[in-house]
């Protein structure tokens, strides 16, 4: 729990930079990456921690374990058939996340700041607080990944760890539909996207392509949707103006 209380203050912290210093929500983001990558560094002396046996009953499981839902035998031992808790932790935060976009009143308020800011701020929305409660939710679901990545590595080494992560997150949710100009996407777009990054990644292994152009291959992904969906606007966009035009 002090975990997430800390990058739910990191998030306010971010939020209010945005909002009442105004800096740029990436250099924001950037500068933070590049702070608290170094303070964990220095922390461990750069050195790889782990977490030993502390948490091998109780949260441990949750990061590596599984529900075992049947067992059968082999010539290598007892193989076991089951679902990895992170699923669950997963399929949970998509239906909170869900809910909460496209159910309540802040969902709908962050949906609209994130089509258009001004026009939001016009209709009576406190965009700034939007945004802050916005920078909070960012913060504490990415502490809630990192906190199951690093349950399931069991160590872990900051020079190194969840390096590029962002460049996943980042395809993962253009896949999936969401704009990268805000405003648009779902959440069951974003689970569409996450699958097949993984996708990509198992064909990456499969097809023996070299890690080296691991990166390569996720950039051109990025490219092609970002692509996309500027082609589907203007499309639309085009669309909407000759029907107005006949109207």
């Not at 253009?174 to 805000?182: D, I, K």
């Amino acid at each position: 729990m002090s975990v997430l209380g800390i990058a739910g203050c990191l998030g306010l912290l971010h939020g209010l930079l945005v909002t009442r210093v105004h800096l740029q929500p990436f250099v924001v983001t950037l500068c933070g990456l590049l702070i608290y990558r170094g303070i964990s560094r220095w922390l461990v002396d750069d050195n790889p921690v782990g977490f030993g046996i502390e948490y091998k009953e109780t949260l441990s499981p949750l990061g590596s374990g599984k529900l075992s839902l049947f067992e059968w035998g082999t010539a290598d031992g007892i193989q076991t058939f089951g679902i990895p808790y992170p699923l669950f932790v997963f399929l949970s935060a998509a239906v909170v996340a869900a809910i909460f976009l496209n159910l309540t009143i802040w969902g709908r308020y962050m949906l609209a700041l994130g089509s258009n800011e001004e026009a939001a701020r016009y209709s009576g929305i406190r965009t700034e607080r939007v945004t802050i409660l916005a920078y909070v939710i960012c913060t504490v679901s990415a502490a809630t990944g990192g906190i199951l990545f690093a349950l399931d590595s069991g160590s872990i080494s900051p020079s190194s760890f969840g390096n590029f992560y962002e460049l996943y997150a980042i395809a993962a949710a253009v896949l999936g539909g969401c704009s990268l100009r805000g405003g648009e996407g779902s959440i069951f777009g974003v689970i569409a996207g996450t699958a097949v990054m993984m996708l990509l990644n198992n064909l990456i292994l499969l097809l023996k392509i070299p890690d080296r152009l691991e990166f390569t291959i996720i950039g051109l992904v990025i490219l092609i949707g970002v692509t996309l969906d500027e082609t589907v606007r203007r499309v639309a966009a085009r669309r909407r103006a000759m029907k107005s035009a006949q109207n």
